[in-house]
């Protein structure tokens, strides 16, 4: 990994994201030797520490299992803490001052980790900026943020704007950790290394792509958070807009960060604004389980938030002329899943009594899994050409690697310790996946349309399986 000292400094180490996801993926990095062996890590925030023993040890709960024993104290031993606000300069230059000594003034990297509620982004990103980098030929500064990044186009704009005149574009690390998941990255690797799948991809003989994000759980805790954003711009207009943009995107020139987000950006500027039509809101009410949504005390009275979302995007170029792609979303769902669905049109002339279609799956979750829906014939003494059943060419993880797959938090940080931008989010991106959705979201902030109610623990509202079964109906047949 390189001799230089890193610095990597985690702002708001006493809050929940920290403990739960940024110091276990530091553990994990640094118990694999992906980290530089002087590193050095900083926990910020504004509380007072007086015993630094106690705020490490915190950690250990969190920490991935192997490995844990031999390296746990070697680990913590290299955490320090420094108090401070997010909107003084004067904490900063002390941070600068803390960190400079630890890096004993020679040439050092850092990594600044905001695991900061949005409102401080740009206090922190300032301070930074005015007080904390490091001169560029001495070694490089990079800032990891985490969303929320604005809550329409021009908000999210306005925070681009903001960041823009602190850092450069490159120092700039948005992370939204879908793109850390393995079944995720995949998804490049899986389209154009293979000719079958490239050959393939194009509304020739695609006839849908369904792209599916499903909770068991409901906001329990987080209604007071979650109330403010809502399940479109929770997980749809980041998560399952950077899923959409990887399976549509064309073929990138290169596999520099740089070309793969060219092209991301290129397709996401042809995905039409979603209009209310297309889009069914839903909100979950209790079962016997579980309290609705309006149930949870830190919810506003009569919210109208969207729990549940299905929409069908159109994607105005070629290759996706006519193809929809549905995206659906929802909480307190009768199970967990983060599924791609790639189907494939009906022949024709269907061969033999063949009448399903050839389906690709890309499971990201529970299960990392990829599977083809193909029909063969049934095998076996007596049985004929006609004798055919559906089944799958199964490629199941677990099943076929023996290599634990990483935490998208770890890969992330990884990469970014090591420059690598292809997997965060780059701000032209960022601004094309919110048009996509802002008009829609602007519609049911203001109540022109009102969420359906489901039963927690069920499909979703009835009417969502309704729009999806008329659709296929609708597009059956050759286009
Ligand atoms: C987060 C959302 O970004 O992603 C949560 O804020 C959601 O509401 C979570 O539960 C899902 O992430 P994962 O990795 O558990 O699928």
Redesign the pocket.
Known sequence: VGERPLSIVVFGATGDLAKKKTFPALFKLYTEGLLPANVNIIGYARSEVTDILAFRKKFIAYFPGKGKECHVDHFLARIAYVQGSYDDPADFAKLDAFLRNLEENTKGNRLYYLALPPTAFVGACTGISKAAMIPEEYGWVRVIVE?PFGRDLATSNELSHQLSQLLKEKQIFRID??LG?EMVQNIVTLRFANRAFAALWNANNIANVQIT?K?K?GTEG?GGY?DNFGIIR??IQ??LTQILALVAMEKPRSLSAEDIRDEKVEVLRCVEPVSLENCIIGQYTANEAMPGYLEDPTVPKGSNCPTFALMKLKINNDRWRNVPFYIKAG?ALESKA?RIRIQFHEEVRPFLNRTQRNELVICA?PTEAMYMKITTKTPGLGKELIDTHQTELDLTYHNRYAVSLPD?YESLISEAVGGNSTNFVRSDELEAAWAIFTPLLHSIDKGEVKPLPYQAGSRGPAEADAMLAAEYRRNEGYQ
């Open positions: 969303k950790h879908y998941k994000f909770e759980i987080r979650f929770d997980v980041n998560h909480k983060v979750q998208a």
